[in-house]
């Protein structure tokens, strides 16, 4: 534990001293930010928290992507084989990847909420504890995904690869760019085998609906079971070495760290309230947000059947041609 | 009670028997043994492949032996844990730290992770590195960073210190700056494991070496002791004003071997003085001139020569 503490604390300092780690980390979701806040609710104050919940949720699920490229490029300069003449163990030197991480994506997370309240005039800030409670698991289940991509690749380029693809599955799969309920039904469906949903709903739903913790408990437990495999089965995985190479049964391994995503996703398609959740926070926000913007948005329901989102009424109808 | 008990005989602190390992169907490690005493500085010399930085890094605990028993400061590396590694220092071969940490910073951290520790302050003191205590890793240059490698691998007063290669790589004034700290960690009786394929740095640093190849050990022993061993040969090394041919200067009288590289010709002896009368002749009735003659006593790589037929940086 200490040394996961001192490794944590001389981590975050190398991580505010890298300009890369800066862009990515701060300034990048802060653009995020404004972008989906100043084009897409052009000072509508309805739609602040559902945007926020979006750039909560990119500003969390980047935490992968840091924290694979950092420790693979550890090993890959002989970083790690330092620390493994040194007491230090594998689970302290993940742990404090974890860590420092969660430290570091903090502040961002809270000048985003200060930035959506202060600037942006969102009306409150939704139930704070079961965001904090989200932020928190979100944060460490990302990373823990971060260690487990970290752990199946042998080289950067690598890393980026998987990182690239994920990244793309987490943007536009889950409701994070584009809202869940006005995709293609498939994609909805595809949406609940993956993390990054249950992070953008629960965030919506904290935001939007004001729910507590106890009600985003499926979210909660789904993202807290991927983080205890992903972290077990890293530790497992761990490699100090630049030379040694992945074995095959490693990635059998990796795999299991989406088993609990694969039985939510099948209970949730089953009997499950993510989707329906998901358009009842859409809906709500467009219905409070439309009729001044003047958009028209069409939410999928859960049987297929396109349903146009705005209002019926010719008065209100503002899209002319 | 056992026999070193008994007869008060010392317990090598490093103890090595046996020791093979395996790369697929690469074998770098054929039934290697020796042992190293307390406050002994011993040398595994060797070109490069030979099997020296496996063999450290199995008794560093970095690598499991596929045969054979190791044992440091009476612990497994492989099953001693974190006991194990309270008790070693390590200069590794590719290594390194992160580029934006401070040198201070390094020190400290290291420092923390062991239950005995020294004060690092004076660490920094002692490696010159005072000055660079804020500098960034990036910033170092090669000598610093090996001198801080060194102090790091210092921190926690280690019993045993495994240097492997520490000197590869560098210039030659910055290796006489790390032989200056290796003699002075000698003089306060350290127990180092050094490996090395620069027969100065055996030869200057080591109480004993055990010269590897090809995952065997070949010889082992002081370095006068083994310098005995080729003590029927000189090395003569001589430059001429036109090149010759090895093979004759090889059918010269007393020469057992000869071998040119960029110009110098290296010879060995079995009896120097015809050897160098043959060669004024032959070199008259060619019309050829010496630039440059030495006679040297023989030297580990003339140990390392006759005992494979090949120069250790072949």
Same mark, same amino acid.
């Not at chain 1, 739609?47 to 840091?66: E, N, R």
């Not at chain 1, 990302?142 to 690598?158: R, Y």
């Not at chain 2, 200057?204 to 005995?228: E, F, H, N």
């Given at each position: 534990m200490r040394h996961a503490w001192t490794l944590t604390k001389v981590r975050m300092r190398l991580a505010m001293r890298n300009r890369a780690f800066i862009f990515f980390s701060l300034v990048l979701p802060l653009l995020f930010l404004f972008l989906f806040l100043g084009l897409f609710v052009r000072g509508n104050?309805?739609?602040?928290?559902?945007?926020?919940?979006?750039?909560?949720?990119?500003?969390?699920?980047?935490?992968?992507?840091?924290?694979?490229?950092?420790?693979?490029?550890?090993?890959?300069?002989?970083?790690?084989?330092?620390?493994?003449?040194?007491?230090?163990?594998?689970? $302290?030197? /993940?742990?404090? %990847?974890? #860590?420092?991480?969660? &430290?570091?994506? !903090? +502040?961002?997370?809270?000048?985003? *909420?200060?930035?959506?309240?202060?600037?942006?005039?969102?009306?409150?800030?939704?139930?704070?504890?079961?965001?904090?409670?989200?932020?928190?698991?979100?944060?460490?289940?990302?990373?823990?995904?971060?260690?487990?991509?970290?752990?199946?690749?042998?080289?950067?380029?690598?890393?980026?690869?998987?990182?690239?693809?994920?990244?793309? $599955?987490? /943007?536009?799969? %889950?409701? #994070?760019?584009?809202? &869940?309920?006005? !995709? +293609?039904?498939?994609?909805?469906? *595809?949406?609940?085998?993956?993390?990054?949903?249950?992070?953008?709903?629960?965030?919506?739903?904290?935001?939007?609906?004001?729910?507590?913790?106890?009600?985003?408990?499926?979210?909660?437990?789904?993202?807290?079971?991927?983080?205890?495999?992903?972290?077990?089965?890293?530790?497992?995985?761990f490699r100090w070495e630049p030379e040694s190479k992945v074995p095959r049964s490693a990635k059998l391994w990796a795999a299991s760290a989406i088993i609990p995503f694969l039985l939510l996703g099948v209970w949730e398609t089953t009997y499950g309230h993510v989707r329906s959740t998901a358009t009842t926070d859409f809906m709500d926000t467009v219905e409070q947000v439309v009729p001044r913007t003047g958009g028209r948005l069409r939410a999928v329901p859960q049987n297929g059947a396109p349903e146009d989102t705005a209002p019926q009424d010719p008065g209100v109808e503002s899209n002319p041609k | 009670m056992c026999y070193r008990c008994l007869f008060n005989v010392s317990v090598p602190i490093i103890d090595v028997h046996n020791l093979t390992k395996s790369y697929g169907a690469v074998q770098a490690i054929r039934g290697v043994s020796f042992s190293v005493e307390e406050g002994e500085v011993f040398g595994l010399l060797g070109p490069n492949g030979a099997g020296k930085t496996s063999t450290v890094e199995i008794?560093?605990?970095l690598r499991p032996p596929d045969g054979g028993t190791v044992s440091v400061c009476g612990l497994d590396p492989q099953s001693s844990g974190n006991t194990f590694k309270q008790e070693i220092g390590a200069v590794l071969q590719s290594t390194a730290l992160p580029d934006k940490i401070r040198v201070g910073e390094a020190l400290a951290m290291f420092a923390s992770f062991y239950t005995r520790r020294r004060e690092t302050n004076g660490l920094l003191d002692r490696f010159g590195l005072t000055d660079k205590r804020n500098a960034f890793y990036s910033q170092l240059s090669g000598g610093q960073k090996q001198r801080l490698a060194l102090a790091m691998s210092l921190v926690n007063e280690p019993r045993v210190l495994f240097l492997d290669e520490p000197t590869a790589g560098l210039d030659p004034q910055v290796r006489r700056e790390i032989y200056?700290?290796?003699?002075?960690?000698?003089?306060?009786?350290?127990?180092?494991?050094?490996?090395?394929?620069?027969?100065?740095?055996?030869?200057?640093?080591?109480?004993?070496?055990?010269?590897?190849?090809?995952?065997?050990?070949?010889?082992?022993?002081?370095?006068?002791?083994?310098?005995?061993?080729?003590?029927?040969?000189?090395?003569?090394?001589?430059?001429?004003?036109?090149?010759?041919?090895?093979?004759?200067?090889?059918?010269?009288?007393?020469?057992?071997?000869?071998?040119?590289?960029?110009?110098?010709?290296?010879?060995?002896?079995?009896?120097?003085?015809?050897?160098?009368?043959?060669?004024?002749?032959?070199?008259?009735?060619?019309?050829?001139?010496?630039?440059?003659?030495?006679?040297?006593?023989?030297?580990?790589?003339?140990?390392?020569?006759?005992?494979?037929?090949?120069?250790?940086?072949?």
């Open positions: 104050v309805a739609g602040v928290p559902y945007m926020l919940a979006s750039v909560l949720a990119l500003t969390i699920m980047g935490s992968f992507w840091g924290l694979s490229m950092q420790l693979v490029t550890f090993r890959e300069q002989g970083i790690l084989r330092r620390f493994r003449v040194t007491p230090v163990g594998a689970g $302290a030197m /993940l742990a404090s %990847s974890i #860590a420092s991480n969660y &430290l570091l994506t !903090l +502040p961002t997370v809270f000048i985003e *909420f200060f930035v959506a309240r202060r600037l942006f005039h969102m009306r409150d800030w939704g139930n704070l504890w079961g965001v904090f409670v989200l932020v928190t698991l979100g944060i460490i289940t990302f990373a823990s995904i971060g260690l487990i991509i970290a752990s199946v690749t042998n080289t950067a380029q690598e890393t980026q690869v998987i990182n690239q693809l994920l990244w793309l $599955a987490f /943007l536009f799969f %889950s409701g #994070a760019t584009i809202p &869940l309920p006005v !995709l +293609p039904v498939w994609i909805q469906q *595809f949406a609940l085998f993956m993390p990054a949903t249950y992070l953008v709903v629960g965030l919506e739903r904290v935001l939007i609906g004001h729910v507590g913790a106890f009600a985003i408990r499926a979210e909660l437990l789904s993202l807290a079971v991927c983080a205890c495999i992903a972290f077990l089965v890293s530790q497992q995985l | 008794l560093e605990g200056d700290i290796i003699e002075e960690l000698k003089r306060e009786k350290k127990t180092i494991l050094l490996t090395t394929h620069y027969i100065e740095e055996a030869e200057r640093l080591c109480d004993r070496v055990a010269i590897v190849d090809q995952g065997q050990v070949i010889a082992y022993g002081t370095p006068r002791d083994l310098k005995q061993r080729a003590a029927g040969t000189s090395r003569i090394e001589l430059r001429l004003l036109r090149p010759e041919s090895e093979d004759t200067l090889r059918a010269l009288e007393g020469v057992a071997d000869c071998r040119t590289t960029d110009g110098l010709y290296l010879m060995h002896s079995t009896r120097v003085p015809q050897t160098i009368v043959s060669l004024v002749k032959y070199l008259e009735t060619q019309g050829n001139e010496l630039s440059s003659l030495e006679i040297t006593a023989p030297s580990l790589e003339d140990v390392f020569l006759e005992l494979t037929g090949r120069r250790l940086r072949d």
